[in-house]
């Protein structure tokens, strides 16, 4: 995959077919459907409102009112080409009452609603979904990566005051804004890890493969973290002996292209107009917060105190996956756990067994589909 988007399904389908595998074996489950995640330049999002007359009993407002309203918000011209992934509620209007979160039971007339819509290319939402069936697994949804790190890594409180959720990814850097206590904006940023990585293999003339190992194993953005004295190895190409030089070295390759990538963050969140400050700050996660100092430059560029996030212990292997780098998987898990929990107790009061008879039935069957038409 590169920025988001599927460059070759035949990798990417292995890819999948690995860490589903290896999942597997560590939980001792078996999966048949997933929770995909998607993310990249192509996701776009805008504010849209709808209005209805409220139709409840006694002028007072019901789920369907509710349900209505959102429908009315959803119903924007879209491009042919792209489709919805989600609509979210950022307040209600009851009348002339403005900011209201919750309008369930309350009076009113009118009923209006404030919503956030996020989209994504259609084309790249397929490529996905059928990369993932290829590799043998249904799709329960496609979940906006940022809103599922969100999810894992923020704090109800910090989304109250204002957050501005920066994921650190491979080709792309996702800045996710919540205002209110609802996700306000999102943007991508086209530049990631792969950028700082790509440099330290131009720059020192070695191997990509190379170069990662050394910015994972030896890099890092504050000077003042660096001791006297500390170097790295690089490993020789074409025969040639290794090289040690300076970790200091590396830094300097490093720290510019991060500062430019919060630079170009800062800009974004410049151009947001926000109504007040973020009053929770900013919060690193993905792959590229686990870079040391990273921390401490962003909050030399934005001036605003600054954490790295880490996914919320969930049970299991914990140490495991308490790293930034699992922000959005874990967020997937949860999301996809309250969802099923939701479905299973609209039916049944229960999730319902995943391993019955016809559920198995069904998966052979559908298995079988695959192998046939994909
Ligand atoms: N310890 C580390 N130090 C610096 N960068 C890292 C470290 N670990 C991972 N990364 C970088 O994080 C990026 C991948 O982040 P990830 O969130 O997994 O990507 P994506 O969400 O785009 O799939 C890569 O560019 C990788 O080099
Ligand atoms: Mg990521």
Redo the contacts with the bound molecule.
Sequence with gaps: MRK?VVVNIEATLRSIMTAIESAETMSGREVHTVWTGI?GSHIDGINSRGVVAVTGKGREIGASDIARVLEAARAVMIPMDRQILEVIPQSYIVDDQKGIRDPLDMMGVRLEAEVHIITCSGTSAQNLTKCVNRAGYLVNDLVL?SLAAGRSVLAAEEKELGVALV??????TELLVYSDGTPYSITTIPA???Q??RDISIIKGISFENA?KI??DA?CCWEAMLEANDDVIIPGVGGRPPMRIPRAQILTIIQPRMEEIFRMVKEELDTLNLSRPLGGGIVLT???A??LGVAELANQVFRMPVRVGTPLSIGGLVEEYRSP?YA?AVGLVLEGNDREGKAGSDRSGGTPPRESGQDGFHIKLLDWLKKEFF
């Design positions: 988001g993310g990566q994921d650190l990814g491979g080709g792309t990631g890890g792969e700082v990585t990662e910015k994972i890099g993905g792959g590229g686990q870079l780098v959005a």
